[in-house]
Antibody
Framework: EVQLVESGGGLVQPGGSLRLSCAAS????????MSWVRQAPGKGLEWVAN????????YYVDSVKGRFTISRDNAKNSLYLQMNSLRAEDTAVYYC???????????????WGQGTLVTVSS | QSALTQPASVSGSPGQSITISCTGT?????????VSWYQQHPGKAPKLMIY???NRPSGVSNRFSGSKSGNTASLTISGLQAEDEADYYC???????????FGTGTKVTVL
């Protein structure tokens, strides 16, 4: 069974940093593009970033470029999101998600974690 | 990159068919066959219903179908059921500096 379990969320002050993790199991992690998607309270979905199987390609939404870094450790079956210079508008539930098929990206997300809440507030 | 445009709400009676539109530009919906649709119930993670415009993942009911014409994609739900009441989001690959964008979301109400 495919499982994606996010962790690392919490309350952080504006300007602070946080590192989210996503532990993957039930599939060959190193074969799939992986993504982060967020959803502010009561708002819609916003794609944040994705990363290729070997980490050689990474893409970001404009609003987080230069502040967030996506990475992965295929040996540990884990996906990460390092978030620096956090702002109030980064407050959201952050989901880890996986493409439907291995090796290529269809820019769609089949498996999702349960999400972890990040709150940026003083 | 702006969000793709969806109607805020769509409603229908049980058994009816409804269609949700998703309007973009030639740089996203109109230019690529990477349109997806997601269903989200309150407090739950989204669920992929359609990918690559019209493909249904395994396990998704064939009451859900997707299509595209020009810069507008559509999700049709036929034989509407109470369990279909949820928020629906489209998404697309884009050639802009942000390569993936979601729609504004549509709340589906089953009357």
């Amino acid at each position: 069974e495919v499982q994606l379990v996010e962790s690392g969320g919490g309350l952080v002050q504006p300007g602070g940093s946080l590192r989210l993790s996503c532990a993957a199991s039930g599939f060959t992690f190193s074969s799939y593009w992986m993504s982060w998607v967020r959803q502010a309270p009561g708002k819609g979905l916003e794609w944040v970033a994705n990363i290729k199987q070997d980490g050689s390609e990474k893409y970001y939404v404009d609003s987080v470029k230069g502040r967030f870094t996506i990475s992965r450790d295929n040996a540990k079956n884990s996906l990460y999101l390092q978030m620096n210079s956090l702002r109030a508008e980064d407050t959201a539930v952050y989901y880890c998600a996986r493409d439907p098929d291995p090796y290529s990206s269809s820019w769609s997300l089949f498996y999702w974690g349960q999400g972890t809440l990040v709150t940026v507030s003083s | 990159q702006s969000a793709l445009t969806q109607p805020a709400s769509v409603s229908g009676s049980p058994g009816q068919s409804i269609t949700i539109s998703c309007t973009g530009t030639s740089s996203d919906v109109g230019g690529y066959n990477y349109v997806s649709w997601y269903q989200q119930h309150p407090g739950k993670a989204p669920k992929l219903m359609i990918y690559e415009v019209s493909n249904r993942p395994s396990g998704v009911s064939n009451r859900f179908s997707g299509s595209k014409s020009g810069n507008t994609a559509s999700l049709t739900i036929s034989g509407l059921q109470a369990e279909d009441e949820a928020d629906y989001y489209c998404s697309s690959y884009t050639s802009s500096s942000t390569p993936h964008v979601f729609g504004t979301g549509t709340k589906v109400t089953v009357l």
